[in-house]
């Protein structure tokens, strides 16, 4: 066939890819002379074509590279990317417009192939292309550079609580964004202690990771416990330069600092990207202990006649005004499926327990209160005396995974 002049540029190895795609480098050359004697070009050589520079000469070179960039991780898989100068690729693509057929293979392309097929016969660990490869390492071919990347590693696992002066995720401070400002006292974070932290602190060093995050089925507010079976949660591990790590261990050492951390971990396994997504988005009826204080004394019949009363309604809840600067008002509703009097200090008395299993997103206290009308019915209005919570417990997330 006869070509574009405009072609006549390459060398053998770039029209021929061009022409055959990946085919070899046999047979993208012969077909490239072949349609170069018949045009009349003159040859080639790689060193002076304007799309690859000579570049697939070093190619021992890019594995050298490549090879001691991966050797501080520790992966089953890999990708491989290379960089081509952003000119030589720009020339490319409009020579590649003068190409007929869809047999054509860019530099890039046949670059990351032959690179990939030599990574893994020198390291025996597998190429993953088009999947999520452990690690991904980028060659810039005209530098002789490699950057290596690992993808995150997630951890799963339960999680509890039983301190009420730390939250869930590490918390940094909005004015000054982890900077240190007047607001935070130069500390940067708003809470100095999480459970993020403190199941992350012993994560980290053991994974190699340069940082982590945090993914929670929901939260708890930060003054209630979270007891029972725990809570799930997916800890996610950037850049790991370790992938293979003994949890058992890491479930140990997170336990064994429970005493000063209040946080505890259980059931703690490996998983997969995908399943962060499904732990935020899933829906977990949760099962509390609210422990009340009531503005005037309340007979035990009263208390339980109204936690019956309670026991499969479904509440309209507004918005609370103490989330409402960070949450859209709406109105939601949500159902109580069973409240029952736990105890009660003194009968009547003004402190009591009550056991309530609610729809996942109930909020509890204003359950109790009625949040001055925004919840409806709540405990308060059918007592007909003012209370609230002055501690919460959540005790068990329903069918926790």
């Given amino acids: 066939?006869?070509?574009?002049?405009?072609?006549?540029?390459?060398?053998?190895?770039?029209?021929?890819?061009?022409?055959?795609?990946?085919?070899?480098?046999?047979?993208?050359?012969?077909?490239?002379?072949?349609?170069?004697?018949?045009?009349?070009?003159?040859?080639?050589?790689?060193?002076?074509?304007?799309?690859?520079?000579?570049?697939?000469?070093?190619?021992?070179?890019?594995?050298?590279?490549?090879?001691?960039?991966?050797?501080?991780?520790?992966?089953?898989?890999?990708?491989?990317?290379?960089?081509?100068?952003?000119?030589?690729?720009?020339?490319?693509?409009?020579?590649?417009?003068?190409?007929?057929?869809?047999?054509?293979?860019?530099?890039?392309?046949?670059?990351?192939?032959?690179?990939?097929?030599?990574?893994?016969?020198?390291?025996?660990?597998?190429?993953?292309?088009?999947?999520?490869?452990?690690?991904?390492?980028?060659?810039?071919?005209?530098?002789?550079?490699?950057?290596?990347?690992?993808?995150?590693?997630?951890?799963r696992g339960r999680y509890t609580k039983h301190r009420r002066d730390i939250p869930q995720t590490h918390w940094p401070c909005k004015r000054c964004q982890g900077h240190g400002c007047y607001d935070c006292g130069g500390a940067g974070v708003l809470y100095h202690e999480s459970v993020e932290d403190a199941v992350a602190d012993e994560a980290r060093p053991r994974f190699g990771a340069a940082g982590a995050s945090f993914h929670g089925a929901g939260r708890e507010d930060i003054d209630a416990l979270m007891l029972g079976n725990g809570r799930p949660f997916i800890l996610e591990l950037h850049d790991p330069r370790r992938r293979f790590v003994d949890l058992a261990a890491l479930m140990e050492a997170v336990n064994g600092a429970t005493r000063k951390t209040g946080v505890g971990v259980q059931d703690l396994r490996m998983a997969e990207k995908d399943e962060?997504?499904?732990?935020?988005?899933?829906?977990?009826?949760?099962?509390?202990?609210?422990?009340?204080?009531?503005?005037?004394?309340?007979?035990r019949a009263a208390v339980e006649a109204a936690c019956a009363a309670l026991s499969?309604?479904?509440?309209?809840?507004?918005?609370?005004?103490?989330?409402?600067?960070?949450?859209?008002?709406?109105?939601?509703?949500?159902?109580?499926?069973?409240?029952?009097?736990?105890?009660?200090?003194?009968?009547?008395?003004?402190?009591?327990?009550?056991?309530?299993?609610?729809?996942?997103?109930?909020?509890?206290?204003?359950?109790?209160s009625g949040d001055d009308g925004r919840t409806t019915p709540s405990l308060a209005a059918l007592l007909a005396v003012p209370c609230r919570v002055e501690a919460l417990d959540v005790v068990r997330v329903v069918d926790a995974s």
């Fill in 276 to 299: 962060v997504a499904a732990i935020k988005a899933g829906e977990y009826d949760k099962e509390y202990l609210a422990h009340c204080v009531s503005e005037a004394p309340v007979a």
């Fill in 1 to 155: 066939m006869l070509l574009d002049p405009a072609l006549s540029v390459l060398c053998d190895r770039c029209l021929g890819r061009r022409l055959v795609g990946a085919r070899g480098i046999e047979e993208q050359q012969a077909t490239a002379r072949e349609e170069r004697t018949g045009s009349g070009w003159p040859d080639v050589a790689e060193a002076d074509c304007p799309v690859c520079e000579g570049a697939f000469g070093d190619l021992p070179v890019w594995l050298d590279v490549a090879y001691e960039a991966m050797a501080s991780y520790e992966a089953a898989t890999f990708q491989v990317g290379t960089a081509f100068p952003s000119e030589c690729e720009a020339l490319e693509k409009r020579l590649m417009r003068l190409v007929p057929g869809e047999n054509t293979e860019s530099v890039r392309t046949e670059a990351n192939r032959l690179l990939s097929a030599a990574l893994a016969e020198r390291t025996g660990k597998e190429p993953t292309p088009d999947g999520r490869a452990d690690v991904v390492v980028v060659v810039d071919t005209r530098f002789w550079h490699a950057d290596v990347r690992a993808n995150s590693v997630f951890v």
């Fill in 312 to 368: 499969g309604t479904t509440l309209d809840q507004r918005t609370p005004e103490r989330v409402s600067h960070r949450r859209a008002d709406l109105v939601r509703r949500r159902t109580v499926h069973h409240t029952v009097l736990e105890r009660m200090d003194a009968e009547p008395g003004e402190r009591f327990s009550v056991r309530v299993l609610a729809e996942s997103g109930t909020y509890i206290k204003e359950m109790v």
